[in-house]
């Protein structure tokens, strides 16, 4: 593709003209899926999720490059198809294939897991057996190591479930769902008691 075709996109940098901050790679932009979206593979050595971004970070020649956001939905643990908001056009998407998806790097940040599943909250659950679950209506943090979804069911009853990546089918930002292959039995013993 010649170099005037790609699209001109602001970079992020501070006022004296340095990159703000530290970004690491967390994935490559592998192709371009059905002429309109783009497949974004992360790293078997990162947690991080696009689901909830408002922004994908990209490294275009040198320079960390934000791209806005239409739409992810997250295939397997590792896999996004991510549709960006002002960039529908095949030829312009495939400028991004190879191009290094980036994460921004907080020194501030106690623990990189914190949170990751609160951009989930309002999402319904669906168990790829069972259909719909209920609606994630908090997630318990508590044991870091082990976070579970709070999820309200349709009669008001409340249920845990592990929020564990090897769990998760699909999810689907822009029609608010988690699909998870939820282990045989776990949705009949984890109400949640009053106390």
Known sequence: MKEEERPVLPS???????????FVS??????????????????SDTDYTLVGEQYMLTEIDGGIVPLEIK????RGSRQFVVSLRHHSEEHLL???????VMMAVDEDEEDGEEGEFSGLIGFTLVDVAKG??????DVDDRVAANPLLVV?????????????????????????????????GLLDIDAVEEV
């Open 26 to 43: 967390v994935g490559t932009i592998t192709k371009v899926e059905g002429g309109r979206e783009l497949l974004v593979k992360m790293g």
């Open 12 to 22: 992020i940098i501070d006022q004296s003209g340095e990159e703000a901050g530290e």
């Open 94 to 100: 495939q400028a991004f294939v190879g191009c290094k």
């Open 71 to 74: 739409s992810v939905v997250q």
């Open 152 to 184: 309200e069911r349709e009669d008001g009853e409340e249920l845990l479930v592990p929020a564990a990546d090897e769990f998760v089918v699909s999810i689907d930002e822009e029609g608010q769902t988690i699909t998870m292959e939820i282990p045989e």
């Open 132 to 137: 719909e679950i209920g609606e994630i209506v």
